[in-house]
């Protein structure tokens, strides 16, 4: 049995972009798998880990934490579909996590915290005011992303233009079908349009085209997760 400790915010929406790569990478897989919800502050549950932070993977008796180390386990241990088909497929997609780490959401952040915070649990709304307060200077998230906006959202579509190019050329990031780099950046945008409803891509544009496909992935797993 493949057990994943999720996220969840209120009415038990599950934005995180690091569990979405695992629920991808699981779906791709073929894999089955139940989910464990827990909230910001309910880091309890995953102490066995050793970890504080999601998603955590239990498969079996392997317990494994961190959304790129689940992805090189699942490989390993379920060799059917794989997620990396060779040894260059494996270094691209480390760069795409790395570039969506470091970029893609670090842009999306400041978009859409405050919408963010308004899904936080009550319980956990203490926890989300004083570590990102300090990580932004501010606990008034509704007026900070009202500012970030002024010039966020053409920051944000200005980061995508190196999967653009590619996009406009193939389907998905890894070709014709869809791998891990593909689940990569699906997470982030799973993470903006769960918990916001800001426009975040115009209709003509490439990667607008290429996220309608991912939401209809496998029988419109994350389609149908946008309307929880």
Same mark, same amino acid.
């Given at each position: 049995?493949?057990?994943?400790?999720?996220?969840?915010?209120?009415?038990?929406?599950? +934005?995180?972009?690091?569990?979405?790569?695992?629920?991808?990478?699981?779906?791709?897989?073929?894999?089955?798998?139940?989910? #464990?919800?827990?909230?910001?502050?309910?880091?309890?549950?995953?102490?066995?880990?050793?970890?504080?932070?999601? +998603?955590?993977?239990?498969?079996?008796?392997?317990? &494994?934490?961190?959304?790129?180390?689940?992805?090189?386990?699942?490989?390993?241990?379920?060799?059917?579909? +794989?997620?990396?088909?060779?040894?260059?497929?494996?270094?691209?997609?480390?760069?795409?996590?790395?570039?969506?780490?470091?970029?893609?959401? +670090?842009?999306?952040?400041?978009?859409? &915290?405050?919408?963010?915070?308004?899904?936080?649990?009550?319980?956990?709304?203490?926890?989300?005011?004083?570590?990102?307060?300090?990580?932004?200077?501010?606990?008034?998230?509704?007026?900070?992303?009202?500012?970030?906006?002024?010039?966020?959202?053409?920051?944000?579509?200005?980061?995508?233009?190196?999967?653009?190019? &590619?996009?406009?050329?193939?389907?998905?990031?890894?070709?014709?079908?869809?791998?891990?780099?593909?689940? &990569?950046?699906?997470?982030?945008?799973?993470?903006?349009?769960?918990?916001?409803?800001?426009?975040?891509?115009?209709?003509?544009?490439? #990667?607008?085209?290429?996220?309608?496909?991912?939401?209809?992935?496998?029988?419109?797993?994350?389609?149908?997760?946008?309307?929880?």
């Amino acid at each position: 049995m493949i057990k994943l400790y999720d996220l969840s915010l209120q009415n038990d929406c599950r +934005p995180s972009p690091f569990c979405w790569r695992t629920k991808f990478a699981l779906a791709h897989k073929g894999l089955k798998w139940t989910e #464990v919800p827990m909230g910001f502050t309910e880091k309890d549950k995953i102490a066995f880990a050793g970890s504080s932070t999601v +998603p955590v993977l239990k498969d079996g008796e392997t317990t &494994v934490k961190d959304s790129w180390a689940i992805a090189l386990h699942l490989d390993k241990a379920h060799t059917d579909q +794989p997620l990396f088909k060779s040894e260059m497929a494996l270094s691209y997609a480390h760069f795409v996590n790395g570039f969506v780490d470091t970029v893609v959401q +670090p842009a999306l952040f400041p978009i859409v &915290v405050g919408d963010l915070y308004d899904r936080v649990r009550p319980a956990d709304q203490a926890y989300f005011r004083e570590s990102r307060g300090k990580r932004l200077g501010t606990t008034d998230f509704a007026a900070f992303q009202n500012k970030a906006r002024e010039k966020g959202v053409a920051v944000f579509r200005g980061v995508l233009e190196p999967a653009r190019r &590619v996009l406009k050329a193939q389907p998905f990031l890894a070709g014709n079908h869809p791998a891990y780099p593909d689940y &990569v950046l699906a997470g982030a945008f799973m993470w903006a349009g769960i918990v916001s409803s800001l426009v975040l891509l115009d209709g003509d544009d490439a #990667v607008h085209a290429w996220r309608e496909r991912m939401l209809d992935l496998y029988d419109g797993m994350a389609r149908k997760a946008l309307a929880a």
